[in-house]
């Protein structure tokens, strides 16, 4: 497993099943964001989920993270796996390398899902973002040190206050110890911000337009990714679904796991 080797990456559920079952985390996320969701599926699948490029503990190259790059990365996994055809779900950057695999390689995917995120251009999104991470003055002298500026400082960045805390929450989830005892970010920062810009930059609707797949689009009623234009847009393709998870903001997987897993059971008809 030549190409495998560069991911940090987990293979469960089902082995004698011939359902390929693949989750693709968000920006600054990793494999193991989905435990919950895919341990729903033991008994239904194969399931794969893995750090992508850039994240968690896989390998982090300097440059190569447009949604493209990404897409070329689940290709050659699910390949190395021997995975012909699989049901895809991606959450936030997630579902934009989701969306460019299915357009890609109509023939590997099922069925997709695509987790809040808008197939429109958001450079809006690109610049707060950017500005959160860039507030954040890493490394630390400690991991303690950081959970104190997330819990103050950071936290006076944001009106709203429910929002901030759950940034703050998931940004200190993401600091790790060094052999110095410094703490520092978990994944390579400059892939992060690349992975915004060249991201959030393509208006993917011409993918969503011509996908073969029985594609749904999944959102969080308290999030505002989706906007009243998208899924109107959406609703006027009849090869798409739309399903909105109420009490829940971008992280919908995570807010409301059991209607989520709920929602996938009855799309997969697993």
Known sequence: MDYLQNFHYKVSGNFSSKNYLVFLHGLMGSGVNWNRIAKAFDGEAQILTFDQRGHGRSFKPKSGYDPNDYAED???????LGWDKINLVGHSMGGRNALTFAGKYPESVNQLVIEDISPSIKLSSIDSMKTLINSVPVPFTSKKAASEFFNSDFLNQFKDKKRGQAVAQFFNMNM???????????????????????????????????????????????????SDEDLTKLSELEHIKTRCIKDSGHWVHFEQAEEFIKVLKEFFAY
């Open 176 to 226: 790790i110890e060094k052999s110095s005892g410094a703490a520092d970010w978990r994944f390579f920062k400059q892939g992060i911000l690349d992975s915004l810009e060249l991201g959030r930059r393509q208006d993917a609707w011409p993918i969503v337009s011509e996908l073969e797949a029985e594609t749904m689009f999944i959102y969080g009623d308290q999030s505002g990714e989706l």
């Open 74 to 80: 689940l290709k050659k996994i699910i390949d190395e």
